[in-house]
């Protein structure tokens, strides 16, 4: 997890350092979609953090909460890490709004570490949860349609 805030926090302070983009077209339009990404991967993420919360479940450690039980409701229909999702995806955005290889970079490192984390979690979640293997074969990992 400590990872995970350090990734977090190199991602913002990559794109907080950028060197000044040249304008252009091209700049105009990876900024656009960078703030989309931004408000789709904030929506992900709240979202997953709501239904979480709702079903008693939510944690920001690995190891599924006791007691809680699985969810597949709500963004966890599309992604069985919308959380995780949501923060790649959004930071995937901040980095467009003024693009640079650093700020890529760390979104890359991101998405690993969370790969990673996911990882570790589900092998938790298999032993808790009998039909999470299932789950897993009919639900995308992080971001629904693609992975």
Not at 67 to 87: K, M, Q, T, W
Not at 99 to 113: I, N
Not at 127 to 142: F, S
Request: glycine share 12%; with cysteine; hydrophobic share 55%.
């Amino acid at each position: 997890m400590i990872l995970q805030f350090a990734c977090l926090g190199l991602v913002v302070a990559a794109v907080n350092t950028a060197p000044p983009a040249p304008g252009g077209a091209l700049l105009d339009a990876a900024r656009v979609a960078g703030s989309a990404l931004v408000a789709l991967g904030a929506f992900g993420f709240g979202w997953g953090v709501v239904q979480l919360a709702r079903a008693r479940a939510l944690t920001a450690l690995p190891h599924p909460v006791a007691g809680a039980s699985l969810v597949r409701e709500g963004p966890y229909r599309f992604a069985r890490h919308p959380i995780y999702g949501g923060l790649i995806v959004g930071s995937l955005g901040l980095a467009l709004l003024n693009p640079w290889l650093g700020s890529v970079a760390a979104v890359g490192l991101l998405a690993v570490v969370l790969d990673l984390k996911r990882r570790r979690e589900e092998a938790w979640l298999v032993e808790r949860y009998p039909a999470y293997e299932a789950y897993g074969r009919q639900t995308k990992a992080l971001v629904p349609f693609v992975y």
